[in-house]
C-alpha cells in the first residue's frame, strides 16, 4: 500500500440499505477527510477528522457518519442510502493544519 | 464557508496552446492547492501554493494572497492535459474549499 486506499472501488446499492466506504492511508498523516463530487457542484467536504479519536462535520454531512478509531482509518457509513446520495467519494488525508492533501482513487456509488 | 470561483469554466485549445486558469477566493486562506482530475478520475497534485510561483515542468502557477487569486499556467499543452482542473482552498480546521473546475480539453 503506497497513499491512500479506498474500497470498494464502485457500488450498486439499495435504496435503505447501510453501507460502509473504507479508507486506509499509510502516511501517518493526522488529518482525514471525506468528499463527494458531484456533476457540476465540485467536491465538498462531508466529515473530517483532525487526529485519531476526533471528528468534525463538513459541508454537507446529513446522512453520513465517521469514525476515527486511530490514525490510519477513515470509514464513511451511510445508515440508509437514499438516491441523492449517488455521487463519487474520495478520502483524502494530509499531514498537519495548511500542509498539502492527498487523495484516494474515489468511490463511484450508485443508489438505486 | 469561502466561496471559490474558477474561470473559465470550459476551455478549448489547440496542441501547443497556452493558456492561463483563474481561481478567486473569497477570504483569506491559509493553504491553496491545484489538483487535475484526468478522464479516469483521479485526482493528481498539481501544485501546493499559499502564496508565491512554483514551476513544475510545463506547469507553473501563482498565488497572490493579499489579492485572493491563484492562476495556473500551462504552456505548450498536450492532449494528455485534458481533463479538470481544481482549485482547493483552506482556512480553517482542516476544511479544503473545492471551486466547480475548468474543464480543458487539448485537441491535437
Known amino acids: 500500500i503506497a497513499g491512500i486506499t479506498q474500497a470498494p472501488t464502485s457500488q450498486i446499492l439499495a435504496a435503505g440499505r447501510r453501507m460502509t466506504l473504507r479508507c486506509t492511508q499509510d502516511?501517518?498523516?493526522?488529518?482525514m477527510y471525506w468528499y463527494r463530487q458531484d456533476l457540476g457542484l465540485g467536491l465538498r467536504l462531508i466529515h473530517y477528522s483532525n487526529t485519531a479519536g476526533t471528528t468534525g462535520k463538513g459541508e454537507v454531512p446529513d446522512g453520513y457518519s465517521v469514525s476515527r478509531a486511530n490514525t490510519d482509518d477513515f470509514p464513511l457509513t451511510l445508515a440508509s442510502a437514499v438516491p441523492s446520495q449517488t455521487s463519487v467519494y474520495f478520502c483524502?488525508?494530509?499531514?498537519?493544519?495548511?500542509?498539502?492533501?492527498?487523495f484516494g482513487q474515489g468511490t463511484r456509488l450508485t443508489v438505486v | 464557508g469561502i466561496q471559490v470561483e474558477q474561470s473559465p469554466p470550459d476551455l478549448i485549445l489547440q496542441e501547443g496552446a497556452n493558456s492561463t486558469l483563474r481561481c478567486n477566493f473569497s477570504?483569506?486562506?491559509?493553504?491553496l492547492q491545484w489538483f487535475h482530475q484526468n478522464p479516469w478520475g483521479q485526482l493528481i497534485n498539481l501544485f501546493y501554493?499559499?502564496?508565491g510561483t512554483k514551476q513544475n515542468g510545463r506547469l507553473s502557477a501563482t498565488t497572490v494572497a493579499t489579492e485572493r487569486y491563484s492562476l495556473l499556467y500551462i504552456s505548450s499543452s498536450q492532449t494528455t492535459d485534458s481533463g479538470v482542473y481544481f482549485c482547493a482552498v483552506e482556512r480553517n480546521f482542516n476544511k479544503f474549499y473545492f471551486g466547480s473546475g475548468t474543464k480543458l480539453n487539448v485537441k491535437p
Open positions: 483524502a488525508s494530509s499531514d498537519e493544519l495548511y500542509t498539502e492533501a492527498f
Open positions: 501554493i499559499p502564496s
Open positions: 477570504d483569506s486562506v491559509n493553504n
Open positions: 502516511m501517518r498523516h493526522n488529518a
